[in-house]
């Protein structure tokens, strides 16, 4: 398929077409638990656009907005998302995103930005769908992430960092849907104390909205893996904490740095990494 690249066949070296979120799933799949499914490619964005004849349009509010003016900003934000909202999908777009759906129920649909000289976009956040069913709710989430592209953070990243919005694509991952009973983060270099790796977990349950999350931390020493300090909020089976040790450093040796791993534990004990990015220490 032109526009659909599957997660297993995906390596790193493809960040340039699937950004560098699809690109660490990818590169990931190949030794480690990573929910299957596939990348709409950024070459997908890039027919969208065309096709849906919303490529000038979008350009025009760009053009006419002032970076130091938040309202300004916001107000076209808003604006490109009504647009991309408002567009039809292309016949060929669709029947690939069908056919690639055809083997998933229910899927999360994520963001996965990429800007030519730009690497990886760092700290921004994009939008992510979760719980998506069939090709209408996908299709819908798809174009959401196209125009997150365009939230105002994004925004005045790229013009204060002086990088050209036409040059600016979206990838977008699909992949199964994971209901972990525990999920977290593991720092595989503590950014406070570089002896320690650093997990982060928290319990996955319905609470009120004002409920505060406290997670559970653990600060396991990078040679042993054994636990030298932590704070607990809930019960957590220490079991874990070895695999996770091992599976993070052998993340951290097999991408050459330290990452923030995304992980995700369900209720049988099975390990699902989410997502990973270089670590900013």
Not at 53 to 72: C, F, K, N, V
Not at 115 to 128: K, Q
Request: with cysteine; aromatic share 8%.
């Amino acid at each position: 398929m032109m526009h659909i690249k599957l997660i297993r066949d995906i390596r790193k070296a493809d960040h340039f077409q699937v950004g560098w979120k699809g690109a660490m799933q990818g590169e990931l799949s190949a030794r480690f638990p990573v929910p299957q499914g596939f990348c709409i490619k950024a070459g997908g964005y890039r027919h969208f656009l065309e096709a849906s004849g919303i490529e000038a349009g979008l350009h025009q509010i760009l053009d006419s907005l002032s970076i130091d003016d938040p309202r300004s900003v916001e107000k076209a934000s808003d604006k490109i998302r009504r647009l991309f909202m408002r567009a039809a999908f292309p016949d060929d777009l669709k029947k690939e995103i069908g056919h690639a759906l055809s083997s998933h129920h229910e899927a999360a649909v994520r963001c996965s930005p990429t800007v030519e000289g730009m690497g990886d976009p760092g700290p921004l956040r994009y939008a992510s769908f979760m719980d998506v069913v069939g090709e209408k709710e996908t299709l819908e989430a798809v174009k959401g992430c196209y125009a997150s592209l365009y939230h105002p953070e994004a925004i005045v990243f790229r013009e204060s960092r002086h990088f050209i919005h036409r040059e600016a694509f979206m990838a977008v991952i699909i992949q199964d849907m994971v209901r972990p009973a525990v999920a977290g983060t593991i720092f595989t270099v503590d950014p406070v104390n570089r002896r320690y790796v650093l997990v982060e977990a928290v319990e996955e349950k319905e609470r009120p909205k004002s409920h505060v999350v406290l997670p559970n931390t653990y600060f396991l020493d990078r040679r042993s893996g054994v636990p030298e300090d932590m704070s607990e909020h809930f019960p957590f089976d220490h079991k874990h904490l070895a695999k996770l040790f091992r599976m993070a450093l052998q993340i951290e040796h097999h991408l050459s740095a330290p990452q923030e791993v995304e992980f995700g534990i369900d209720r049988e004990g099975r390990i699902t990494i989410l997502g990973c990015k270089k670590s900013r220490l």
